[in-house]
């Protein structure tokens, strides 16, 4: 199991420096969108850090199904993986690997947003408004981070089940989009049914009630189908599939 082979054979591919250069610029665009337009647009003029970061959440919820699925099903898909296990014997070390350096990037994404938000909050709320306000930070500690680990643990479930970096992608990011109209159209039509239904297979609804202290055992079942069981079945899949 070698995480920090994964994470240099990722970080020294041009595509990857390209990736990653997109990402930062879009965080701190969305960063200087969320926290210097605020004092323009709250009552109070003030600029709040949880509302910078769910800002910054939006091309979040594309970054990283994106690099965790090129990450851990890529070699799959441009027919590497083959090199790779006759290198490194032992395909659930190899799967273990990659799934850690994954980890590690999100990690160094989930630093950087909070730190631009921060950062954004602080300059719009005292340079531009009327106050930062960092009593919510709290909240994105713990509900917004929690968020964007379900994110994470989905987008990794669907590449270890489908390795295939179009198919893992096209379904890690159209998966929760689905999920979430489906369960804004339940309430308009008041379908208390199929809002179980949909409360039954929403991760990040489920991941912020986790966050913020308020979930039930219900809350567990979309962690079971959406993550558990797809990861179950992506093992003995990588396990067995026959490379070439």
Same mark, same amino acid.
């Given at each position: 199991?070698?995480?920090?082979?994964?994470?240099?054979?990722?970080?020294?591919?041009?595509?990857?420096?390209?990736?990653?250069?997109?990402?930062?610029?879009?965080?701190?665009?969305?960063?200087?969108?969320?926290?210097?337009?605020?004092?323009?647009?709250?009552?109070?003029?003030?600029?709040?850090?949880?509302?910078?970061?769910?800002?910054?959440?939006?091309?979040?919820?594309?970054?990283?199904?994106?690099?965790?699925?090129?990450?851990?099903?890529?070699?799959?898909?441009?027919?590497?993986?083959?090199?790779?296990?006759?290198?490194?014997?032992?395909?659930? $070390?190899? !799967?273990?690997?990659?799934?850690? %350096?994954? #980890?590690?990037?999100? /990690?160094? @994404?989930?630093? =950087?947003?909070?730190?631009?938000?921060?950062?954004?909050?602080?300059?719009?709320?005292?340079?531009?408004?009327?106050?930062?306000?960092?009593?919510?930070?709290?909240?994105?500690?713990?509900?917004?981070?929690?968020?964007?680990?379900?994110?994470?643990?989905?987008?990794?479930?669907m590449a270890i089940l489908l390795q295939s970096t179009v198919i893992g992608l096209v379904t890690a990011i159209g998966v929760p989009v689905v999920i979430s109209t489906a369960g804004a159209l339940a309430m308009v039509f008041g379908s208390e049914?199929?809002?179980?239904?949909?409360?039954?297979?929403?991760?990040?609804?489920? $991941?912020? !009630?986790?966050?913020?202290?308020? %979930?039930? #055992?219900?809350?567990? /079942?979309? @962690?079971?189908? =959406?993550?558990?069981?797809?990861?179950?079945?992506?093992?003995?899949?990588?396990?067995?599939?026959?490379?070439?």
């Amino acid at each position: 199991m070698r995480p920090m082979i994964d994470l240099r054979s990722f970080l020294d591919t041009r595509g990857a420096a390209i990736l990653l250069t997109l990402s930062a610029l879009a965080i701190a665009g969305f960063a200087a969108l969320g926290g210097l337009i605020q004092p323009a647009v709250m009552p109070g003029g003030t600029s709040d850090v949880e509302f910078t970061f769910i800002v910054i959440a939006l091309p979040l919820s594309l970054i990283i199904p994106v690099i965790t699925v090129m990450m851990v099903a890529g070699e799959w898909s441009d027919k590497s993986i083959q090199n790779t296990l006759l290198q490194r014997p032992g395909r659930l $070390a190899v !799967l273990t690997s990659k799934v850690l %350096a994954a #980890a590690v990037v999100f /990690l160094a @994404l989930m630093v =950087l947003s909070i730190g631009f938000a921060a950062a954004a909050t602080w300059v719009g709320g005292e340079l531009l408004g009327d106050g930062a306000v960092f009593s919510s930070f709290e909240g994105v500690l713990t509900t917004q981070l929690a968020i964007m680990v379900a994110t994470l643990l989905f987008s990794a479930a669907m590449a270890i089940l489908l390795q295939s970096t179009v198919i893992g992608l096209v379904t890690a990011i159209g998966v929760p989009v689905v999920i979430s109209t489906a369960g804004a159209l339940a309430m308009v039509f008041g379908s208390e049914v199929i809002s179980d239904i949909i409360r039954a297979v929403d991760l990040q609804t489920a $991941a912020g !009630l986790f966050g913020g202290g308020e %979930a039930t #055992a219900f809350e567990l /079942l979309p @962690l079971l189908l =959406l993550v558990v069981v797809p990861t179950v079945f992506g093992i003995r899949r990588w396990n067995r599939r026959e490379v070439g």
